[in-house]
């Protein structure tokens, strides 16, 4: 972080704290060699967050991964592609605001269950059937996949 007034590169930190949207950090800089003090907004380093699994393993967090559970749960359904990225784009910054290095897939699952709830109740339902009982996203969506046909073919009958 260079100083705004001498370009000196050397400055310490004086204040920080997260910006409202989270993704990024208001800091109070305070150069070492002309002594006046600047405010930067620094994009959080997104450090890998890894998902821990009911089993206990864990797998870095994947944002595409929840887009598609997302995706899987509105099909068919009318929900647009914007309204998906939001959703989508609001669990990833749950996530990170949390701060913590870890996060489980429980609360993920609760906190994309809240979006969707907020969005459609079909899409809710389907995801909130059968997200519990999986340790894996893989698995789950396996099965999300397998209702929705299901559902379909009963409305085509
Ligand atoms: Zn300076």
């Known amino acids: 972080m260079k100083c705004q007034y001498c370009s000196c590169t050397e400055s310490k930190v004086i204040d920080s704290r997260p ?5 990024s950090i208001r800091r109070r800089r305070e150069c070492t060699n002309c002594g ?3 405010t930067t907004y620094e994009k959080i380093e997104l450090l890998p967050l890894m998902v821990v699994k009911r089993d206990g393993r864990r797998e ?12 899987r749960a509105c099909e068919k359904l009318p929900i647009s592609m914007q309204q998906i990225d939001e959703m989508t784009a609001s669990v990833e910054q749950a996530a990170y605001a949390s701060m913590d290095a870890e996060i ?13 709830k907020a969005v459609n109740d079909v899409a809710y339902v389907r995801f909130a ?25 009963k409305q085509d009958e």
Do not use: C, H
């Not at 910006?19 to 993704?23: F, G, L, M, R």
């Not at 059937?129 to 073919?153: C, H, K, P």
């Open 129 to 153: 059937a059968v997200y519990r009982l999986f340790t894996d996203i893989g698995d789950f969506m396996q099965e999300l996949q397998r209702l929705v046909e299901e559902n379909a073919q």
């Open 104 to 116: 489980s897939t429980t609360r993920l699952g609760d906190m994309v269950m809240q979006e969707l």
């Open 19 to 23: 910006t409202e949207e989270s993704s």
């Open 36 to 38: 006046r003090r600047f």
């Open 60 to 71: 870095p967090f994947d944002v595409q991964k929840i887009k598609a559970g997302i995706m």
